[in-house]
């Protein structure tokens, strides 16, 4: 006798704009493979049994940053998710939270896009000297100052994992702060003073609780945590500096 | 679909977001900002495919390096199929492009003096790839895509899937795109067009590529009457996981890593490119070239010498005399992804790895700047064929190509726009009214049709495997063709279970499968009509290369039947055809 191929369940939900009616639930029995991930079942339903599921993928190495998803509630990249780790239990899938919905598991992303930019994500110089003087000196110790705000993958994940994010939409959160960190931080930038605007207004770092969630959640281990508590630290340093300055204070 | 169609204009478009996409449009903020620039592309810039590469970009920079020595690298690695022009203009450019890099931010790995870090790579005599520890590509990337964000004069179109060339006079005078969330056609007008989509390797079943890397940009040229050039050459890169295909840098040799087979031997010795010792050596053994490490799985298969596992044979990687020091300093990614995806620790296990598609030598024909056949029409990256790749690209000359000709095409194309009037927008309008048309009534309103696109997915990529792999013979082709054909004539036959607008991702599966069923033909014709061996592309029926007929370019074309094949010849400077010679 032969045993049944294992299965195992996956709740995904489901949301169409254009007529699709109010979002739902839908159940697929899906084979398991003990080496198959997530999105590997997804991809799964999307080619054998329902091709009108919609979400995205693309590099299913853990750098591209596409598919995030609320994996049982907890943000995750479904290519670096295993079915074993749920498996025999049902496994539900949600679009990341604390975002619009466009459709299914997809997101919009116009509102992060945006606040990208704010941060002003580049070298900022003064003066930007010749491609023939060669190129700036920075010391191993000087790039493991900034390293790992670098490694961002701008999935997502951190967005839909902060409270704070989802009570204020407005608030820069911890991507655009751990970017914005990651080139005040570069021995080759400075452009701290530019970025301070976004940085310390109302919607900047102050909005953050320091609940720490981010940084649990983050597939690249950058600590945006971190980030936001040290240009805490910095700026409060800044205005104590103005305020003992003779002539200065608030 | 067939309501009127929203219009935009621009001086240039820029289709794909990737290394070679970004750059161009950057070459084109800087040359002049007042044009205005359009990036279009079916992904946000972030999620492109440069982002995987992970081993580094070849620039020459060292006191020990020289202009000469990467030029011969690179066109013997070629097997002398390269243009040694295009060769020239790349080795010497390659630097400043990297440079650039560094002054936008790239995190460069450092020697402790601060100065930029370079390591060994396959099938080069000299140290020279920069590299950002194992994820060379992806801060890469994100920083060309940050960088651009600063120049007001370049506009974004994410998640725009482009469906075809708009073309007007003979001139390539915009595209059609369908915009994801809306699932709306557009027609976007420009005096030039780049096209920088990158790869194909999703024509085959076991690839490192992404799943978004489906030959779009070869197909639309293609389709537009344009030649795709030297498409028998595709690259099997000799270390994927098995299963997944994941690749495993090459970088895991440069470091030291080494190729054993299950007696623990190292069997690259037996395929010229030994000695085994003194380790490491360059231009040898584990750093020689991918074609020539490819091949020898296959042979040491046939030797009954490869280990089996579930995802088919494998041979082992072992770095573990690294120590997990110098592992976690220089190749953290790799023990990051063989932990995850085989569950093996490489600072004490082994890593089993088997060739895997990675890359395709040939693209849209291109001359130095960029420029195809077609006026207003550019190409640049993967997806272009310059050609400084052959028959055989190096480890770490892709992503300084994608810089140095993404730059060039952008230059070139800022000068073309300032001589050229818009297309006539009523002939623009007719063609992207058709192309919806076509698009609605192929998929959208179509009733019945009996195929799925994963079956025919899989026959074409099955087909392809078995017929256009690493070896290759006139009867595996031409039942490969066949094959693909007939699957063309299937085409037809296709019904999409989602007839929806937003975010229709079977709709752009199938336009995906589409542009791949071409692709897939234009290699398996071009390797049929390459009676030759040379580099990536060995016939086991003509095991030998052959200057006298084939020291020359294949140019495909698209008609109403098969492809048709031409020759051109390959440019030759200063360094005449030879023998490859490694391990010596």
């Given at each position: 006798?032969?045993?049944?191929?294992?299965?195992?369940?996956?709740?995904?939900?489901?949301?169409?704009?254009?007529?699709?009616?109010?979002?739902?639930?839908?159940?697929?029995?899906?084979?398991?493979?003990?080496?198959?991930?997530?999105?590997?079942?997804?991809?799964?339903?999307?080619?054998?049994?329902?091709?009108?599921?919609?979400?995205?993928?693309?590099c299913r190495m853990g750098v591209c940053g596409s598919c995030g998803m609320m994996i049982n509630g907890v943000p995750k990249l479904s290519c670096a998710t295993f079915l074993k780790e749920y498996y025999p239990h049902p496994i539900r899938v949600e679009p990341l939270?604390?975002?619009?919905?466009?459709?299914?598991?997809?997101?919009?992303?116009?509102?992060?896009?945006?606040?990208?930019?704010?941060?002003?994500?580049?070298?900022?110089?003064?003066?930007?000297?010749?491609?023939?003087?060669?190129?700036?000196?920075?010391?191993?110790?000087?790039?493991?100052?900034?390293?790992?705000?670098?490694?961002?993958?701008?999935?997502?994940?951190?967005?839909?994992?902060?409270?704070?994010?989802?009570?204020?939409?407005?608030?820069?959160?911890?991507?655009?702060?751990?970017?914005?960190?990651?080139?005040?931080?570069?021995?080759?930038?400075?452009?701290?003073?530019?970025?301070?605007?976004?940085?310390?207004?109302?919607?900047?770092?102050?909005?953050?609780?320091?609940?720490?969630?981010?940084?649990?959640?983050?597939?690249?281990?950058?600590?945006?945590?971190?980030?936001?508590?040290?240009?805490?630290?910095?700026?409060?340093?800044?205005?104590?500096?103005?305020?003992?300055?003779?002539?200065?204070?608030? | 679909?067939?309501?009127?169609?929203?219009?935009?204009?621009?001086?240039?478009?820029?289709?794909?977001?990737?290394?070679?996409?970004?750059?161009?449009?950057?070459?084109?903020?800087?040359?002049?900002?007042?044009?205005?620039?359009?990036?279009?592309?079916?992904?946000?810039?972030?999620?492109?495919?440069?982002?995987?590469?992970?081993?580094?970009?070849?620039?020459?920079?060292?006191?020990?390096?020289?202009?000469?020595?990467?030029?011969?690298?690179?066109?013997?690695?070629?097997?002398?199929?390269?243009?040694?022009?295009?060769?020239?203009?790349?080795?010497?450019?390659?630097?400043?492009?990297?440079?650039?890099?560094?002054?936008?931010?790239?995190?460069?790995?450092?020697?402790?003096?601060?100065?930029?870090?370079?390591?060994?790579?396959?099938?080069?005599?000299?140290?020279?790839?920069?590299?950002?520890?194992?994820?060379?590509?992806?801060?890469?990337?994100?920083?060309?895509?940050?960088?651009?964000?600063?120049?007001?004069?370049?506009?974004?179109?994410?998640?725009?899937?482009?469906?075809?060339?708009?073309?007007?006079?003979?001139?390539?005078?915009?595209?059609?795109?369908?915009?994801?969330?809306?699932?709306?056609?557009?027609?976007?007008?420009?005096?030039?067009?780049?096209?920088?989509?990158?790869?194909?390797?999703?024509?085959?079943?076991?690839?490192?590529?992404?799943?978004?890397?489906?030959?779009?940009?070869?197909?639309?040229?293609?389709?537009?009457?344009?030649?795709?050039?030297?498409?028998?050459?595709?690259?099997?890169?000799?270390?994927?996981?098995?299963?997944?295909?994941?690749?495993?840098?090459?970088?895991?040799?440069?470091?030291?890593?080494?190729?054993?087979?299950?007696?623990?031997?190292?069997?690259?010795?037996?395929?010229?490119?030994?000695?085994?010792?003194?380790?490491?050596?360059?231009?040898?053994?584990?750093?020689?070239?991918?074609?020539?490490?490819?091949?020898?799985?296959?042979?040491?298969?046939?030797?009954?010498?490869?280990?089996?596992?579930?995802?088919?044979?494998?041979?082992?990687?072992?770095?573990?005399?690294?120590?997990?020091?110098?592992?976690?300093?220089?190749?953290?990614?790799?023990?990051?992804?063989?932990?995850?995806?085989?569950?093996?620790?490489?600072?004490?296990?082994?890593?089993?790895?088997?060739?895997?598609?990675?890359?395709?030598?040939?693209?849209?024909?291109?001359?130095?700047?960029?420029?195809?056949?077609?006026?207003?029409?550019?190409?640049?990256?993967e997806v272009a064929c310059v050609s400084i790749n052959g028959a055989n690209r190096l480890g770490s000359n892709s992503l300084p190509e994608c810089l140095v000709f993404g730059a060039r095409a952008g230059r070139h194309a800022a000068r073309f726009v300032r001589q050229?009037?818009?297309?006539?927008?009523?002939?623009?309008?007719?063609?992207?009214?058709?192309?919806?048309?076509?698009?609605?009534?192929?998929?959208?309103?179509?009733?019945?049709?009996?195929?799925?696109?994963?079956?025919?997915?899989?026959?074409?990529?099955?087909?392809?495997?078995?017929?256009?792999?690493?070896?290759?013979?006139?009867?595996?082709?031409?039942?490969?063709?066949?094959?693909?054909?007939?699957?063309?004539?299937?085409?037809?036959?296709?019904?999409?279970?989602?007839?929806?607008?937003?975010?229709?991702?079977?709709?752009?599966?199938?336009?995906?499968?589409?542009?791949?069923?071409?692709?897939?033909?234009?290699?398996?014709?071009?390797?049929?009509?390459?009676?030759?061996?040379?580099?990536?592309?060995?016939?086991?029926?003509?095991?030998?290369?052959?200057?006298?007929?084939?020291?020359?370019?294949?140019?495909?074309?698209?008609?109403?039947?098969?492809?048709?094949?031409?020759?051109?010849?390959?440019?030759?400077?200063?360094?005449?055809?030879?023998?490859?010679?490694?391990?010596?």
């Amino acid at each position: 006798m032969t045993m049944p191929e294992p299965t195992v369940s996956l709740e995904i939900f489901r949301y169409q704009p254009d007529g699709g009616g109010p979002s739902t639930f839908q159940r697929y029995q899906v084979p398991y493979h003990e080496d198959w991930v997530v999105l590997d079942a997804i991809n799964y339903i999307k080619d054998q049994l329902d091709g009108t599921l919609a979400y995205r993928w693309s590099c299913r190495m853990g750098v591209c940053g596409s598919c995030g998803m609320m994996i049982n509630g907890v943000p995750k990249l479904s290519c670096a998710t295993f079915l074993k780790e749920y498996y025999p239990h049902p496994i539900r899938v949600e679009p990341l939270a604390n975002f619009p919905i466009e459709r299914d598991l997809v997101i919009v992303l116009d509102d992060f896009m945006k606040k990208l930019s704010q941060v002003q994500p580049w070298i900022v110089r003064a003066a930007e000297p010749p491609l023939s003087a060669g190129e700036y000196r920075q010391t191993p110790e000087q790039l493991d100052q900034y390293k790992q705000f670098s490694m961002c993958l701008n999935c997502m994940l951190c967005y839909a994992a902060c409270p704070m994010y989802g009570l204020k939409p407005l608030f820069l959160g911890p991507a655009a702060i751990a970017l914005a960190h990651r080139y005040n931080l570069d021995s080759r930038d400075e452009g701290r003073a530019s970025r301070q605007d976004v940085l310390a207004n109302e919607h900047g770092v102050w909005d953050c609780t320091l609940v720490g969630e981010c940084t649990t959640v983050c597939p690249a281990d950058v600590d945006p945590a971190a980030a936001i508590q040290q240009i805490k630290l910095s700026t409060a340093v800044d205005w104590i500096k103005r305020a003992l300055r003779p002539g200065g204070g608030a | 679909m067939t309501e009127s169609i929203p219009s935009h204009e621009h001086d240039i478009i820029v289709v794909g977001g990737g290394a070679a996409g970004l750059r161009a449009a950057i070459a084109v903020a800087q040359a002049d900002p007042t044009l205005d620039v359009a990036i279009v592309s079916k992904v946000y810039p972030m999620r492109s495919h440069t982002v995987s590469a992970e081993g580094g970009a070849a620039g020459v920079i060292k006191a020990n390096d020289s202009f000469e020595a990467h030029c011969v690298d690179t066109i013997s690695g070629s097997d002398w199929l390269a243009d040694q022009q295009a060769v020239e203009a790349f080795v010497e450019e390659a630097p400043q492009e990297l440079l650039q890099l560094e002054h936008w931010g790239c995190p460069w790995s450092r020697e402790p003096d601060g100065s930029i870090a370079v390591r060994p790579f396959g099938g080069m005599k000299i140290e020279r790839t920069w590299y950002a520890a194992d994820k060379t590509g992806f801060h890469l990337l994100h920083t060309l895509f940050q960088t651009s964000l600063k120049f007001p004069s370049i506009r974004r179109y994410d998640e725009w899937f482009v469906t075809k060339l708009l073309v007007a006079d003979g001139r390539c005078c915009g595209i059609t795109a369908l915009e994801l969330r809306t699932g709306v056609m557009h027609l976007l007008a420009a005096k030039a067009v780049i096209v920088c989509t990158g790869g194909a390797g999703r024509i085959f079943p076991f690839t490192t590529n992404a799943a978004i890397k489906t030959g779009d940009g070869m197909g639309l040229a293609y389709r537009a009457g344009v030649p795709l050039k030297d498409m028998e050459f595709v690259q099997y890169h000799p270390t994927g996981l098995p299963g997944t295909g994941i690749l495993i840098t090459e970088a895991a040799r440069g470091e030291g890593g080494i190729l054993v087979n299950k007696d623990g031997y190292r069997y690259l010795q037996d395929y010229g490119l030994g000695p085994a010792e003194p380790w490491p050596r360059l231009r040898a053994m584990e750093l020689g070239p991918r074609d020539k490490l490819s091949q020898a799985f296959i042979y040491e298969r046939q030797k009954h010498r490869t280990l089996d596992g579930p995802h088919g044979d494998y041979v082992l990687l072992d770095v573990r005399h690294l120590g997990e020091e110098k592992i976690d300093q220089k190749i953290p990614f790799v023990r990051e992804l063989a932990r995850r995806y085989v569950g093996i620790d490489p600072v004490r296990e082994a890593i089993p790895v088997r060739p895997v598609v990675h890359y395709m030598m040939g693209g849209i024909h291109t001359d130095l700047d960029g420029a195809t056949p077609m006026a207003g029409l550019y190409a640049a990256g993967e997806v272009a064929c310059v050609s400084i790749n052959g028959a055989n690209r190096l480890g770490s000359n892709s992503l300084p190509e994608c810089l140095v000709f993404g730059a060039r095409a952008g230059r070139h194309a800022a000068r073309f726009v300032r001589q050229h009037s818009p297309g006539d927008r009523a002939t623009l309008t007719t063609l992207a009214r058709d192309e919806a048309r076509r698009i609605a009534e192929r998929y959208l309103s179509k009733k019945g049709g009996r195929e799925r696109i994963a079956g025919l997915r899989t026959e074409m990529q099955t087909a392809m495997e078995s017929g256009a792999g690493i070896f290759r013979d006139d009867a595996t082709l031409r039942q490969t063709c066949a094959t693909l054909a007939d699957l063309q004539g299937r085409m037809g036959q296709l019904r999409l279970d989602d007839h929806s607008r937003s975010f229709n991702t079977e709709l752009t599966a199938a336009l995906e499968l589409e542009f791949m069923v071409d692709i897939a033909e234009t290699v398996a014709h071009s390797a049929l009509a390459r009676t030759e061996s040379r580099g990536s592309h060995q016939r086991t029926d003509y095991p030998r290369r052959d200057d006298a007929r084939f020291l020359k370019h294949t140019l495909v074309y698209r008609t109403d039947g098969a492809p048709r094949t031409d020759l051109l010849a390959v440019g030759i400077t200063r360094w005449p055809p030879g023998e490859r010679v490694y391990g010596r």
